[in-house]
């Protein structure tokens, strides 16, 4: 159950359907150029994440921080992340929103703001590694699985942008947002208690 918890929370909250307009707003039309773009945004979260699951921990021990500790403050940080998707307000929380105007002429655009810190900020950056299943070898290979699926979506949904936006209404966007929201809420309350029971084993 952790590792479908952990897909849904990464995906809900790089939220690339959410995110579909900004990247649409980078396009020009000309397909292998667009392509490029979708292509860089997908394989820079891929890469942000996999480097998370896999030196998340080695990074909590230089810092002395608990595994305990990371997951309740990462399941407050998720929270605050997902009753902002709730109020379908852009997240703060994710990432910064100037970033977007501020980076939009850069010839890397895939790579920032897109993939990160749009798709790959702190927000799915805390939830592969705080998530349970990244404590051991073969739940950081599941989860590197997971996260290579991901990436492939994000990537597909970017490829057929013009179609899904064109397909689905703001109105649809907000309610998906908030389901989204009510998901990534849960699984952050989740993360929180686990971290508590990893830090106080007595309540547990």
Known sequence: ????????????????????????????????????????????????????????NEMLDIFGI???????????IVVLIGISMLRAKPPEEHHDPDSVDRDKSSSVKGVVPIGIPLLAGPGTLTVAIADPISSSIEGKALLSIVILVIALLIYLIFELGELLSSR?????????????????????????????????????
């Not at 995110?19 to 150029?33: A, Q």
């Open 168 to 204: 689905i209404s703001i109105s649809t966007m907000q309610v998906l947002t908030k389901v989204m929201g009510m998901l990534l809420t849960s699984i952050a309350i989740q993360m929180f208690l686990d971290g508590l029971k990893i830090s106080f084993p007595s309540i547990a």
């Open 1 to 56: 159950m952790s590792l479908l918890n952990a897909a849904i929370g990464i995906f809900t909250v790089a939220n690339p359907i959410g995110n579909l307009p900004i990247y649409l707003s980078f396009t020009d039309g000309e397909r292998s150029h667009d392509r490029a773009i979708a292509r860089s945004s997908s394989i820079t979260f891929l890469v942000a994440l996999l480097i998370a699951t896999w030196l998340g």
């Open 66 to 76: 608990s595994r305990g500790a990371f997951q309740i403050a990462g399941g407050l």
